[in-house]
């Protein structure tokens, strides 16, 4: 048996996702588009559930006919799973371990990049595109490799909530 810990007397489980979603783009001088978004999340998995609104919005401005600049901003939501919260099982002498006590993870994320439209010859077109992004976690969720024996389980991979945490690249 697989779902060990649903919290169901015949240990299945059920989830649930609904989401309503509008955007909206507009065009301003011929050279800057401006984007802005919603959307509402509901998330449940067998007795938990979460619901969170969350927008982005964009801008993109063209400063020459091959060259743009964009930057970005946004929220991002995630609920853990049904294989995070409830799945125990073995592989190649590895546990996969649940963690019926996950929090859902939020994000805020910024992004600003530049691309460059290039032609070569009369038939090869492409484009060189640099961005640089930030990221910033509320409740991440990371899956770590340990042994669980203190907690009756042995060795093998488990989910857990690190807190906050920060990304950032280009």
Do not use: C, M
């Not at 649930?16 to 998995?45: C, D, H, I, M, P």
């Not at 609920?79 to 919260?85: H, K, M």
């Not at 640089?132 to 976690?137: A, E, I, P, R, V």
């Amino acid at each position: 048996e697989v779902f060990t810990k649903a919290p169901t007397p015949d240990s299945s489980s059920v989830s649930w996702n609904v989401a309503a979603y509008v955007e909206a783009e507009k065009k301003f001088f011929s050279r800057l588009t401006f984007v802005v978004g919603g959307r509402f999340e509901y998330f449940q998995v067998n007795n938990k559930e979460a619901f969170k609104p969350i927008f982005k919005t964009g801008l993109n401005f063209r400063i020459t006919d091959g060259t743009f600049l964009r930057g970005s901003f946004g929220q991002g939501f995630r609920f853990p799973t049904i294989g995070e919260r409830y799945i125990n099982t073995y592989s190649g002498g590895y546990g996969f371990f649940s963690n019926d006590s996950l929090q859902a993870e939020s994000s805020l994320n910024g992004e600003l990049g530049i691309k460059h439209l290039f032609k070569i010859g009369k038939k090869f077109f492409g484009y060189a595109d640099v961005a640089g992004f930030l990221q910033y976690y509320e409740n991440f969720v990371e899956f770590s490799a340990g042994n669980w024996s203190s907690q009756g389980e042995g060795l093998g991979f488990k989910f857990f909530n690190t807190g906050r945490s920060r990304i950032w690249g280009i």
